[in-house]
């Protein structure tokens, strides 16, 4: 099989200083003669980045969010409206809920600047997901509806959403992964791993039976305390993950700390990085 996975738009500059960076994240997925796109950032810049790396996306074949935070989907109006694609997204039935944050005085929105009417307008092909386990083509799988199994990952306090016209914690119960089976072990696609990282992976590894190889994408470690980030390496380790692609809202820190334990097998993902499996 042949799979590669390029780094549209990440919160760093890579070495071609000619691509634009942003706070979010978007990957372009080329695997089973399919193109997906997981996450669109924040702007919708991934998109002359993807011009400037000749990357076409005129025949994205799936768009993937996997939540409903605007660095993750504030590009996807700009892409539908600018992009000539017919595609099929899926997207978390929950993901539509107000997403904000509040620093002890205020609340500040971050949710997604599309809806539901939005898409019927478009007429973008939805499937909004609910099942703990997709299928989206042969290999390719969503996982959602996380089991949480850990002590150590909390829902952070600083993020809320409405619900009843009440402002309440965020369960992120609308986040999504991306799997991709390869003869390795899975490659897996993260978008920012609120509901934990290692509830996620552990819910992956139940579900599937198989066993990791690449992770990819943001872990939401950046305000996490020392127990937290040792933890989540202890519990890699304990998973024999072979490859840390691992950037975007992890944390200096946490990276700092996940280069120092994996050396090699850890590496800075940023802006341009593209990533080869061919087996």
Known sequence: MKLTITTLIENSKGEHLGLLNEHGI???IEVNNK???FDTGQSGDFIKNASTLGKDLKDIDMVVLSHGHYDHTGGFRRFV???TSDF???FHKNAFRKKYSFDNTHYKFLGNSFDK?????????SHLVDEDILEIDKGIYIISNFERVTSFEKNNPRFYLVNNDEHVLDDFNDEIMLAIDTPDGLVVILGC???GVINMLKTLIKRTGKSINTIIGGTHLVRADEDR???TIENFKAMDIKKFGISHCT???AMNQLKLEFGDKYFHNTTGTVLYFDK
């Open 117 to 125: 009417e939005f898409l019927e307008d478009n007429n973008v092909e």
């Open 35 to 37: 193109k997906i796109l």
């Open 88 to 90: 099929k997204l899926y």
């Open 251 to 253: 944390g200096e820190n």
């Open 229 to 231: 980030i040792r933890q």
């Open 193 to 195: 791993s609120h509901p």
């Open 81 to 83: 409206e600018t992009v």
């Open 26 to 28: 978007s990957f372009l």
